[in-house]
């Protein structure tokens, strides 16, 4: 069989993509002859690639979610197999406040939804609740102190009585 008259070349770094953000591949030929139409295969599927520049081609993956197995074709020439790795991302997915205030006020206790924003009495217990995707852990951070959540799996919470103003993050 005779050798392949060009070869595909991936000229990313690294196959690497973001969870829920596009990846641009980017691959050139290199040989003899210059294909004039490339495709990508990816989830059974079959892709045109676009041509950026003369054996310059192009393809952008729309946000993936899991890794993608892939190959590249033209002229009945076909690249070996790639994998687009994808980085799972830490997202916040729920956060809320509630406000256990002090008998003193008569208040009735509250809890407050994605806002982390409150004016209390002083003494009031807050008990910060987070849910999350992809995380290991939350804190809470103030001027001089961090404070670890505790979790049960992707559910993180922190409590404590406040008596002056708190600034945290």
Do not use: C
Request: hydrophobic share 30%; proline share 6%; glycine share 4%.
């Amino acid at each position: 069989e005779p050798p392949a008259p060009f070869t595909f070349l991936v000229m990313n770094s690294d196959l690497v993509a973001i969870e829920n953000k596009s990846f641009t591949l980017q691959a050139r030929t290199q040989g003899d002859v210059m294909p004039e139409n490339a495709t990508i295969h990816y989830d059974n599927q079959t892709y045109y690639l676009k041509q950026t520049a003369p054996g310059m081609v192009e393809h952008v993956f729309l946000p993936p979610t899991s890794e993608i197995d892939f190959s590249l074709k033209a002229n009945k020439v076909v690249s070996k197999s790639y994998k687009l790795e994808v980085v799972k991302t830490p997202s916040l997915l729920n956060f809320e406040m509630e406000l256990d205030y002090p008998g003193y006020t008569g208040k009735k206790d509250e809890v407050l939804n994605s806002t982390g924003n409150a004016t209390i009495p002083e003494g009031t217990e807050v008990r910060w609740n987070v849910t999350t995707q992809n995380t290991l852990d939350v804190s809470l951070k103030t001027s001089d102190s961090t404070y670890q959540f505790t979790s049960d799996k992707q559910e993180f919470s922190h409590h404590q009585r406040v008596y002056r103003k708190l600034d945290y993050a």
